[in-house]
Structures are given as C-alpha cells and as structure tokens.
C-alpha cells in the first residue's frame, strides 16, 4: 500500500526542458498522507527510544537529579548550547515512565548486545526509505542531469565529484532525509543515449544508458529501480524527442523509432 | 500456410569458438530466419563475450555467464540453469527448445527444463559414442535421462541415428536424419584466373605429373592420424610422382613429424600446422585428392568441403560416411593400413587415367546440400512436434497392424495433444532403470517444484517482452 512498482511522472515545463521522474511513491492522498505522518512519528519514537536506552545505561549518572525542571528549555535554545539541551531532553526521557520502563526491560542483555542492537535501530529509523525516487532532466541545448537517491545502507554522504560540497552531504544527514547524487552530462559529451539488455541476477533487463565522450564507462540511467522496457522506451523517445527535436542528424532515427510504436514491430 | 515459431538454439558449443557444430546453429538458424520463423541462441560467456548480443543478421545471441569446466563445455549442475533459463524464454515468448550436442550440459538442462515449463523440444546429436569405456556409459546414462522425455532428435546420419536410438532407448520413429550441409559458395574449385601456378591443369594428368594428396583433420587417435602416419611412406614409395599436404594440430602431429624425418620425406610431406576454416578450401584446391583415414565420424562435412572444392575423395568406410557422397566422388577403404594404401592407389590411377571428372563435382555438391533444405526439413520437424502436420504425415503410418490412431506408444503419444502432466513424464522417466530411473524422477520432481518456486517468486507478468527483430516475408515452400 505505501509503495508501488516504480511509475514515471513527466514534467514539461518549457518546449526544451523535460524531467522525467521514476519513483515508488504512489499518489499523496490524504489517508496516504496520514499514514505517512504516522510512520514518521513512529520512527522518532522508535529512534527516541533506541537513543534514550543507550543513554540510561552508559551515560546517565543516578547521583544526578534530574536538571530539567531548573533550567527551562527555552533559556537554552535561546543560549544556543543544544549539547546541554539534548542531556536535559534525555535525562528527561530517562526519568519520565516510559523510559524508566524501557531501562527495566533492558536490563537482562549484556552491555555489548544492548549497544549494537540499539545503534542498529538507530540507524534503521533514521535512514531507512520508504521511497526511491530517480530522475533524468533533459535541457535541449545544455545536457542531461541524473539524480538518483543513493542506497539507504551506504554512507549518507554523497559522493560529490570534487568533493568540495561536503557541507552539503552531512546537512542531507542532518536532516535526515533522502542524499541525492546528481550528475550532470553536457550535451557535447553525450555521444548517444540508448536502451541496452543485460544479465543481472537471475534476469535480463532492459536498461537506459547515456554513452559518454571519452569514458570508459557508460552512465546507467535509473540505476536503483531499473524500470521496465514500457518506462524505459517512453523516457527514451522523451529523451531523443527533447534533446535532437530540429536535429537534422539525429531526426531520422528518433522519427522511425518513435513511429513504430515499439521497437521493430512494423509486420506481423 | 503453416505457422511460424520462435526457436531458442541452446548449446555450449557456438562463436567465437570455431567448429562443426558451431557453424551448423549459426546456418541452421539463419536459414530458419529466412523462412520467418525467430530464433536466438542461448550459450554460456566466453572470454570477452557476455552478455546479449545481436549477429548482424538480427539473430540474438544471449552468452549466460556460466562455469566453464572442459573444452567450452559448462559445469553440470542439473537445476542452476532454470531461473534464466525460464527469464529468456518467457521474454522471448519462445515455443521450440532445440538442443545441440551430446557433450553441451546447457543442453541437457534447456530441454528438461523447457519440458517442465510445457514446451516442445528437439535435439540434434552431431557425433556418435562408443558403448563400453567409462566416459561413455556416463554420457549415454545423461542422455537417456535428457531424451526420455523429448519431442523428437534429430540425427545428422543413419549411422548417427543408430547410434542414438541404441544409446539412449528410442524409438526409431521419433529420430529424423538431417545431413549436415556446406556453403557450397564458399568452396569452390580454383577457377583458372586464380593463381595459374598450381594445379589443377587443363589437360589430362599424364604418368609424370604430380599428384597432390591433401590431409585436413585435427591430429586426434579417432581422426586415424596413427593410420596416415603408417600409410604415407608405403602410398610415396608406391607412387613415385605423389606429394602430401597435411593441415591440422593435434597430440599425434608429433608422430607425423617422427614418420617425416625417419623416411626423409621432408620434400614430399608438407605439414602446415593449425589452420582457420576460411583457409581450408585455399589449401584443399592445392591438390588433388582428399584423404580422410577417421576411425569414427558422424556425418564428415569436411569430405563433402573436399567434393565440392574439386578433390576426388579417399575416406574409411566407417560411421556416416558412406551416406555423405555418391560413390563416383569417392574410393572407399576398410579402416586398415593396407586398404588405405590400395584404394590410394586406385584413386591416384583412376585420376592418371582420367576416369574421374573432378571438375563437375562442385555443381553435383551444390544441389545435393544446401542449409535452405535442412532448414526445410528441420521445419517439418517443428510443425510434425507441434501438431501443425498430422501425426500419419509426420510419422509414417504403420503397414497393416495396430491402425488405431488412438492407439498408445512412446511416439505417438508426443505430437500434438502430448501431455505435459507430471505423472506422464514421470512414467517416461522411470523406465530409464532401477536406480536411474528412480533418481530421474527425482530430479524431475525437484525441477518441477523448483518451476513452481519460480513462478510465485518471479511471476510472468514482472518479465518484459521482447519486441522481436522485423521477420522476413515467409518464403514459399519449395517442396
């Protein structure tokens, strides 16, 4: 119900430009919408938990009372100091009921298994996605851009090509949502961009790819969901059709292959 | 007008490796395409081809990655072919299965695995096994196994057919022979605007002249080099005005060279080590008769190669070669070293007296074998398994006897309405013997359940369709 096979949307802003987005979302109504809120607060509670059991077993010092209700929490967000906030906020979580019932039932696993089961659940809820989202942006006379979210169990950096956006990446972990990696290929370096099949697994697939000047490899479009042949064909006459649209050189085969309706079925 | 099917070649055995039974899937199919039917190959990776692959001739190619144990043949694994397998035949919405070679393990597992999914198959054997060393119980164990429960084989000689029938339990009537054929263009006499330094000359070869014997084989114990190499220095001291060319690498060129250099034949024996087979026909044309001493040989195209070059022909009268040629192209000898050396001898004096018109040859080859008729009968084949002919048409009725159409037999059974159901196959599989039998209904069983697996974990409606390559207009039926 919260995802779907992955489905094209097409966005045409200007005769030149065209986006062409692949995604599992399926369309936001309402009950998808608050089902989707739901999840969200199940997953900071879930990840208030893990935290807050991590917390009472190594860091909280019983001699402690507990500090919150001397300071008010608004003082410190107006001070800046977050570290003494989030102790407060924890301290707090630990001594309300629910934390000291999380503390209780934890008690029997050892200190190693309680750390790695706790991180574990920690990282799940915070980089766990529900959705995966590609997209191919085609500006006529400019290039292509890829955008793809990249695998929720790799590192939330994105690899930036030069590596001077770093800050970018860890405000995407910030906050926690999906890193995007893009990439950028100008119009004179595409060589040619084309439907190809291969063995993946246990399967041949059809796949976009952008053939690009002087590399060694191609550049595979939608790379995570890897559509099937009707997307991938329609994205592929949307692509030739924006980029060589008046293209003497390129018009002949996009025309032919775009008139046959699918590939090489003109008889029988 | 009969229907069109879309054909799946499966062997272990194609390009870029070089070969008999490579060239006779890649003819075979691109006749079949001519005539409007769709065929790809399956094979396993090689060095540098993996993947899909198309031929320019819109013939696709898939190359699984695979486990390659021996000679190009794959790892036997009964049942880790399926899931691709099942993927590229449904994308390619496939209704033949045809396997290729007795020695191909993709084969055997693309026609068990194509009985299980409920399609027909066909198998084409290309050589022929003995019956009593190791190896060869074992193969025959495995073929029995895979051809239990096939359409129909195809053989490429009657000796060939014999051979399979006693080998894997079957009934005759469901083997077909198809030869081989050869791309008669591709041989041709030398013409006399070619290179007019060698033979042949325009007049009758007087007493004096000299007589080229040529060898083209790969220097194996079956390919009876033990024979040449006892035979040429008796044909030479015979035959003073003879030379030999011999083509081919193998473990027993080293005994050639040994025979060479004990008899001083250097200048009479020419050895030219390997060769590729578009030069076959420019070292054929060098001379005058073709030597074949193979102690086995299912069809032999390569005497056909040889006829069809111009070469009067001296081949051992064993396996399918008395079926390849008609007799005025040839002299036969008895598998031994003095016949080889008397029918030599009557061939190089039938060619001094002129008895012999090698130059007509060509032309007689030309009409006598074309891959257009194999694929014409290998499309019979097709329509007889899948019912598009009439079960009397394609079998032959019985004279007299049991006229019951209805009635059963392993055959009969097959064309048309053949059951698929499991119990039907089992029934097949089981009389295969006492143990084996039972460890192939096993097997079978384990397929099945694995086909099931499949289905649920990879349903038909996830895999794309492949759009096919433009077919050709449907040629008219020569018959």
Known sequence: ?268 | MAPTYNIAMVSDFFYPQPGGVESHIYQLSTKLMDRGHKVIIITHAYEGRTGVRYLTNGLKVYHVPFLVIFRSATFPTVFSFFPIFRNIVLRERIDIVHGHASLSNFCHEAILHARTMGLRTVFTDHSLFGFADAASILTNKLLKFTLSDVDHVICVSHTCKENTVLRASLDPLMVSVIPNAVVAENFKPLSPSENPSYPPPARPLGPHDIITIVVISRLFYNKGTDLLTAAIPRILENHPNTRFIIAGSGPKSIDLEQMIEQNVLQDRVEMLGPIRHEEVRDVMVRGHIYLHPSLTEAFGTVIVEAASCGLYVVCTQVGGIPEVLPSHMTVFAKPEEDDLITATGKAIAALRANKVRTELFHEQVKTMYSWENVAVRTERVYNGICGAISEGEFYGYYEGGNSNANSWSATRGRSGVQSFALIDRLKRYYGCGIWAGKLFCLCVIVDYLLFLFLELWFPREGIDVCPDWPRKKRKDSRE
């Open chain 1, 1 to 268: 119900m919260l995802t779907t096979a992955p489905h094209l949307y097409l966005r045409r802003p200007s005769p030149t430009t065209a986006e062409f987005t692949v995604t599992t979302c399926p369309p936001l109504t309402i009950p998808l919408r608050i089902c989707l809120l739901t999840i969200s607060l199940l997953r900071a509670a879930i990840f208030a938990a893990a935290i807050t059991t991590i917390y009472s077993r190594f860091f909280h010092e019983p001699s402690h009372p507990s500090p919150i209700t001397s300071v008010p929490v608004a003082d410190l967000l107006y001070q800046g100091d977050l570290l003494l906030l989030a102790s407060h906020l924890l301290q707090a979580l630990h001594s309300s009921p629910p934390g000291q019932f999380l503390a209780s039932i934890t008690q029997p696993l050892s200190n190693s298994g309680l750390a790695v089961i706790a991180s574990v659940i920690t990282y799940f809820s915070l980089f766990t996605q529900l959705h995966t989202t590609e997209s191919l942006l085609v500006l006529r006379g400019l290039g292509i851009q890829t955008s793809t979210s990249s695998s929720s169990f790799s590192s939330p950096i994105p690899n930036t090509s030069d590596g001077s956006n770093r800050w970018r990446g860890w405000k995407w972990w910030f906050w926690g949502t999906t890193p995007t990696k893009t990439r950028f290929i100008p119009t004179e370096k595409i060589r040619d961009v084309l439907i190809n099949e291969a063995f993946r697994g246990f399967e041949v697939r059809y796949y976009l790819i952008v053939i690009v000047e002087g590399e060694e490899d191609i550049v595979v479009v939608f790379p995570r969901l890897l559509p099937g042949r009707k997307i991938v064909e329609e994205v592929w006459r949307g692509v030739r059709g924006c980029l060589y649209e008046g293209d003497p050189n390129h018009q002949s085969l996009g025309g032919s292959w775009g008139q046959t309706g699918t590939i090489g079925r003109k008889d029988n």
